[in-house]
C-alpha cells in the first residue's frame, strides 16, 4: 500500500510540473501594467495584437510573445487607441512602421501574391502527381508468365545455389 502511495505522490508530482507548460503563453505576455482601465478599449487592443506578428518570434502574435519588442507594440497600440485612432488607423499606422510583415495576415497584393498563391499551387501540383502515379499504376502492363525454356534455366540456376 505505501509503494503504491509513494508510486502515486511521484506521478502526481511529475505532472503538476508540467502544468506551467499547458497554460497559453498569453497569460504571461501581456503584462498588467499594459493593460487598459476601460474594459472595451482593453478588448479592442487585444483583438489588434491577435493579428500583429511579433517581430522578434516571427511566428506568434504579439499577444502572445513575451519579446521585449512585442511588449512596446502593445503599449503603443494602446496608447493610440487611447489617443482616440481606430482600429484601421493603428494597423496603419504600424504598416507605416514596419511594414506589413508587422500583419499575421497580410492583404493580397501584388507582392503577397507567392505567399498567398504557394500553399494552394503546392496542393495543386500534389494533386497532379498522384493523379499521374495513379494513370501509370494502371497502366502496368500484366505479368507474362514464363516460356519452358526460362522455367528450365531457373530450376537449374536454383538447384546450382542449393536454393529448393
Same mark, same amino acid.
Given at each position: 500500500m505505501r509503494r503504491a502511495l509513494k508510486k502515486y505522490v511521484q506521478i502526481l508530482f511529475v505532472m503538476a510540473a508540467f502544468v506551467p507548460l499547458l497554460v497559453p503563453s498569453?497569460?504571461?505576455?501581456?503584462? !498588467?501594467?499594459?493593460?487598459?482601465?476601460? !474594459?472595451?478599449l482593453e478588448a479592442r487592443a487585444r483583438a489588434l495584437s491577435q493579428g500583429l506578428r511579433c517581430l522578434v518570434c516571427q511566428n506568434e502574435s504579439i499577444d502572445d510573445s513575451a519579446a521585449p519588442l512585442a511588449h512596446d507594440i502593445r503599449v503603443l497600440v494602446r496608447e493610440r487607441i487611447k489617443a482616440g485612432d481606430s482600429d484601421q488607423q493603428v494597423i496603419n499606422f504600424l504598416v507605416a512602421r514596419y511594414?506589413?510583415?508587422?500583419?499575421?495576415? !497580410? !492583404?493580397?497584393?501584388?507582392?503577397?501574391?507567392?505567399?498567398?498563391?504557394?500553399?494552394p499551387g503546392l496542393l495543386l501540383i500534389g494533386v497532379v502527381v498522384m493523379i499521374v502515379m495513379a494513370r501509370r499504376r494502371t497502366n502496368v502492363p500484366a505479368t507474362?508468365?514464363?516460356?519452358?525454356?526460362?522455367?528450365?534455366?531457373v530450376e537449374e540456376l536454383l538447384r546450382r545455389e542449393g536454393l529448393p
Open positions: 498569453a497569460v504571461f505576455a501581456v503584462e !498588467p501594467d499594459e493593460m487598459l482601465s476601460d !474594459p472595451a511594414g506589413e510583415f508587422v500583419l499575421l495576415k !497580410p !492583404p493580397l497584393s501584388w507582392h503577397t501574391a507567392a505567399l498567398w498563391g504557394f500553399p507474362v508468365a514464363l516460356t519452358p525454356v526460362e522455367e528450365a534455366r
